[in-house]
């Protein structure tokens, strides 16, 4: 079983590739990451055999970890030229992994739910798999305390249709089971630039993005209901119930390089 080694954020870090042409700059607000630690196995012909699964141990166990991402794209525009701002709720359902060409951490991206009619280009210029999704967050942060009082979201949709409610607490401290120690945790978790996927037509694409480390803290799951993750076999609702860690942002900033690659 690999030894997960430990990750400094300094070794994953770097300054912001400078934008062009279709580059986008977004702020992600209400930004959470809800992780499950399940068996490797249930990841099998999920991806092309370039990829292999980013597995951590936990209680002697050997565990490949998915993450839903939720959160609203706020001020979402081009980031070379003056563009119009979109407002859209959005949420991405990823699998950690490692690129055996490059050695690069990075993510597999199952696809993404997207509130908002800007949807036809992802999915039809680019043919990412991104489906359309009603997303509703009522969420109320508490600045003076820096956690939220009330975080909930769900999203009616055909492909993903999910909900989730979070608490905080103001003393609750970083804590990743299976990782040596908190900030390799936050590398591995939060810190992926890049990612993979099934094109809609099939073919193996690839896009990058850029943001400085996240200020996350942690969180406590009320509940958890997500369709996609049930239905493919990944992490049953019961299982939903009790993820591996859940991590909050109130807002960010990201850098996305377009158009996405064609890789094969």
Known sequence: MPVLPPLKMSDYSHDRPSPSGMDVLCKLQHFAIITYAVDR???????????????????????????????????????????????????????????????ERCVWFLGTTLDSWTLAVPRLLWNLPWYSGKVSFECDFDSAQGIYKKYKMSTQAR?????????????????????????????????????????????????????????????ELVSARFGLLDRMGLVNEAEQQVPHSVLVEPINEFTIYLPPKVLS
């Open 41 to 103: 196995r249930r990841f099998a012909g999920l991806m092309p055999e370039r990829f292999a699964l980013d597995t951590i141990e936990i209680e002697g166990c050997e565990k490949a970890l998915i993450s839903v991402v939720p959160f609203i794209d706020v001020d979402f525009t081009s980031a070379v030229y003056p563009f119009p701002k979109f407002t859209m709720g959005q949420t991405n359902y990823r699998i950690y992994i490692v690129d055996r060409q490059t050695g």
């Open 159 to 219: 492909w993903a249709a999910a909900a989730v409610e979070l608490k905080q607490a103001a003393d609750a401290k970083l804590r990743f089971p299976g990782f040596p120690d908190i900030e390799t945790g936050l590398v591995f978790l939060t810190h992926p630039l890049a990612g993979f996927y099934h094109r809609r037509d099939g073919k193996l694409g690839t896009y990058r993005v850029w943001h400085k480390q996240l200020a996350v803290r942690p969180a």
